[in-house]
Structure formats: C-alpha cells, structure tokens
C-alpha cells in the first residue's frame, strides 16, 4: 500500500530553490540549447564513427530521438549560436514549434529584437498571426476560382494576380483620404454618366457594382481583394457620393494602417480576403512581406514610432 507523506515544508524551502518558476523553465531552456550546440558543432567538427564514440564517452543516453530534437533546434538557430540567452525565454516546446515548416519564416523576425526585449508573449503572438494567415489561405484555396457577384451570379476567375507595386494598399488610402480630402472628378464625365445601371462587363464594371451595392466591409474587402489589378479603374467610376459611401464602411484598422503609411512607418499593405489579418510592407524592409492580425497592429505600430524616433534622434 502507498502511503502520501505530507510535506510540512513548501517545495521551495524543502529544495532550497528560487521561488519563482518563470526563473527554472528559462534556465533549462538555456542549458538545453548548450546540449543542442555543442551536439551541432561535435556534428560537424568528427566524423560519424567520431561522433559516436564520443557521445559514448560523455555518457549520452537520452536516446536518438532526443539528439535528433536538439540537433533539429540547433540548426534552424544557428544565428543565435553566438547568444542563446536570447532565446532562454522560449519554453522548447516552443523553439520546436518555431522549427516546423509552417513557422520557420518568422525565425528571421526574432533576430532583429534587441538581446533583452524578446518575451515569450510576443513570439506566441506571431505563432498566432502565422496561424491565422495560413487558416486564410488554406480558406481561399478551398473556395476555388469560382466568385459571386452581389446578384448571386457566378463568374470564374483564373487565380490570384500578384502585384510589385502592392495597389491594394494604394486604393484603400484613397478611400481614406476622400473623408479629408476633396477628390477632382476624373476628366469631363459626369458623374451621373457612372452610376449607369446596366449589367456589368468588365472586371472593372464588375468591382465597381460591387462597391455601389456593398452593405459593409466585408462586401468591400471581397470585392478589392478579388480584383487587384481594375481597382483604380473601378475607383473612378464611381461618384462622389459612392465613394463617400464606401468610406463610411472602413474599420478602424484599415484606418489605422492608411494612417500609418501617411507618416512613413509602412510603404503599404493589404488585407487578405477573409478579414483581420494584413500583409505589411515596412519603411525598414519594403521588400520583406510581415503578416500580422487585427489584435497586435496596435503593438506593431508603437514599435514602429520608437524605432523610426529613435532612427531620427
């Protein structure tokens, strides 16, 4: 029969530890990636019958799996070879995720963190962002190539068309700037000539229907998202009056983010069809695509304030 002995002491006095379990898991995760380099560099540095005999020789008997995880981590690490107390805030369960072909992209990202402002939270906000991108594209690639039009009809459209000048972000700053601003009607039309209505045609005609019939966002974000490249053509086809409209409807992030291009922390942006989640294109990295969701856009713009202050200081 087992008997429980009840401990009269805490755990903490009982062991003579630190009290504070946040200071142990950060310390294993430490000597945990001391395992993983010195693994890695033994590796790389012997032969096979080498390696062998010296993890013989060190007594190693955490199996090969084991060696596997840790040579696993010490290989998509290997820019941080030089400090890994930078990743000592990281439980492994996460550094593995990090490992994972759906979640390496965003290695990269933690490198440009100062040495003493990663948290953990942060890098579990970027697994999430990652996440819900991926849930969106797996969204879109399960809808096909077929597209409704606000009238139930169905067209088809031959995929996604990529852009170098990222116009998405573009032609939202437009519906933006048209609450601030006074916007010339385009050449000597007049803008009752563009609220025809008659069955659309072109991909323009179409896209712009859709903007004149948007209940809300979502109409809009559909219709903009799905037709990229006749956006500013649809843009004008409009009147006054409709793009005012379409204005209104704007969130706040959008918003957010229109502003933010204003004052130089972002050259542009989009977001992706399915909603609250936005592809970033920032002033320091214009060419580097940064997926980030509704929730930490906020987080992601102060930090992008400080930096640029700091940059101009």
């Given at each position: 029969m087992t008997v429980l002995t009840i401990a009269t002491e805490s755990y903490e006095k009982q062991h003579q530890i630190n009290s504070n379990p946040t200071?142990?898991?950060?310390?294993?995760?430490?000597?945990?990636?001391?395992?993983?380099?010195?693994?890695?560099?033994?590796?790389?540095?012997?032969?096979?019958?080498?390696y062998r005999a010296l993890l013989s020789e060190y007594g190693w008997d955490k199996g090969s799996a084991e060696e596997k995880r840790s040579l696993k981590i010490a290989e998509y690490f290997q820019a941080f070879i030089g400090c890994p107390q930078h990743l000592a805030v990281l439980p492994i369960s996460v550094l593995l995720r990090l490992c994972s072909q759906n979640y390496k992209v965003l290695i990269e990202e933690l490198q440009d963190i100062p040495i003493g402002r990663l948290t953990c939270r942060h890098v579990l906000e970027l697994i999430d962002e990652r996440r819900l991108f991926l849930k969106s594209q797996n969204r879109e690639e399960k809808e096909g190539n077929w597209r409704a039009t606000p009238d139930g009809s169905r067209y088809y459209t031959f995929g996604k068309i990529m852009e170098d000048d990222h116009q998405t972000g573009v032609l939202t700053e437009k519906l933006i700037d048209i609450e601030d601003e006074e916007i010339e009607v385009v050449g000597n039309i007049p803008a009752e000539a563009l609220v025809i209505n008659?069955?659309?045609?072109?991909?323009?005609?179409?896209?712009?229907?859709?903007?004149?019939?948007?209940?809300?966002?979502?109409?809009?974000?559909?219709?903009?998202y799905q037709y990229q490249p006749v956006k500013e053509e649809a843009w004008k086809m409009l009147s006054d009056l409709e793009r005012k409209s379409v204005c209104q409807m704007l969130q706040e992030p959008i918003k957010k983010l229109s502003h933010a291009k204003r004052e130089g922390?972002?050259?542009?942006?989009?977001?992706?069809?399915?909603?609250?989640?936005?592809?970033?294109?920032?002033?320091?990295?214009?060419?580097?695509?940064?997926?980030?969701?509704?929730?930490?856009?906020?987080?992601?713009?102060?930090?992008?304030?400080?930096?640029?202050?700091?940059?101009?200081n």
């Open positions: 200071v142990h898991i950060e310390q294993s995760t430490l000597e945990y990636l001391h395992t993983a380099f010195l693994l890695y560099e033994y590796k790389q540095t012997h032969s096979k019958r080498e008659q069955t659309p045609i072109t991909d323009a005609e179409i896209l712009a229907d859709i903007l004149r019939q948007a209940s809300d966002y979502t109409d809009v974000r559909r219709g903009l922390l972002i050259v542009n942006f989009c977001e992706v069809e399915s909603g609250g989640v936005y592809k970033i294109f920032t002033a320091d990295c214009p060419l580097i695509e940064r997926t980030i969701s509704t929730h930490s856009l906020d987080r992601l713009l102060e930090e992008l304030r400080v930096r640029q202050n700091c940059e101009c």
